[in-house]
């Protein structure tokens, strides 16, 4: 648990509302927005760059469910709100450096609140898998991104030698598309994209021009590159 005394010893001010601390960790660049709620049993941070909105911030971390696990992440819904977020994922202090340094021995118990869009977590991920996420791919901080979908890409383009092992990589939904267009006439090549909820699906392309999507492994569809993109975005972003 923290006091106000405590978080004064590494940040200049801290103002209270709705029974949350708010304070911020100024640098050149750019202005750290936190939002505390501290209890006996768990503390629960929201950090944005760059924006300062109490109301939202306070709603947020009133909503996370009030038993969490110290081992794994939970994700919850959350209201509808300006930016857009559908969701907020809390992460145990495992996952996340925050308030390390003169406060480290109270962290035991602080979860870090990210508001999220659903395609961008799963919730089971590991603290390797989160690291990577938010550190590559989902810039968290930022409540003005557009909706960055959570992709593993497994495949194999014998024309470009791009390809992965069968574990697959994350990619951005722009680095996706580049592959799709480099596999276009590639008989012999593939490209297998599962989405944050596990669903997998997979592209050929036999002829130039000339794309087929295949559902659960077996239910292949001929499709106009056109509409292969957008049942492709339908896939990632929903």
């Not at 962290?107 to 938010?134: A, Q, T």
Request: aromatic share 12%.
């Amino acid at each position: 648990m923290f006091s106000k005394d405590d978080l004064l010893q590494s940040f200049a001010s801290v103002d209270e509302y709705a029974g949350c601390y708010f304070f911020q960790h100024k640098l050149p660049k750019v202005i750290y927005e936190y939002c505390l709620k501290s209890a006996d049993k768990q503390d629960l941070l929201i950090i944005s760059e760059g924006v300062s909105d109490k109301r939202f911030s306070a709603e947020v971390v009133g909503q996370v469910p009030d038993s969490l696990s110290q081992d794994k992440a939970v994700v919850f819904e959350i209201f509808a709100n300006k930016y857009g977020f559908t969701h907020a994922l809390v992460v145990p202090n495992t996952y996340h450096g925050s308030l390390k340094g003169r406060l480290e021995g109270r962290r035991e118990n602080l979860y870090l609140c990210i508001p999220i869009y659903r395609c961008e977590f799963s919730g089971d991920e590991s603290v390797e898998e989160f690291k990577e996420l938010r550190l590559h791919y989902v810039p968290t901080l930022d409540w003005e991104r557009k909706a960055s979908p959570k992709l593993r890409v497994y495949f194999d383009n014998p024309t470009t030698g791009g390809g992965t092992d069968e574990l697959g990589a994350f990619f951005k939904w722009s680095a996706l598309l580049k592959e799709i267009s480099n596999l276009n006439g590639v008989a012999s090549g593939f490209i297998e994209v599962a989405n944050w909820s596990g669903k997998v699906i997979e592209v050929v392309s036999p002829n130039d021009g000339e794309y087929i999507l295949i559902r659960n492994r077996r239910d292949e569809q001929a499709l106009p590159i056109d509409s292969l993109l957008d049942e492709i975005k339908i896939f990632a972003f929903t």
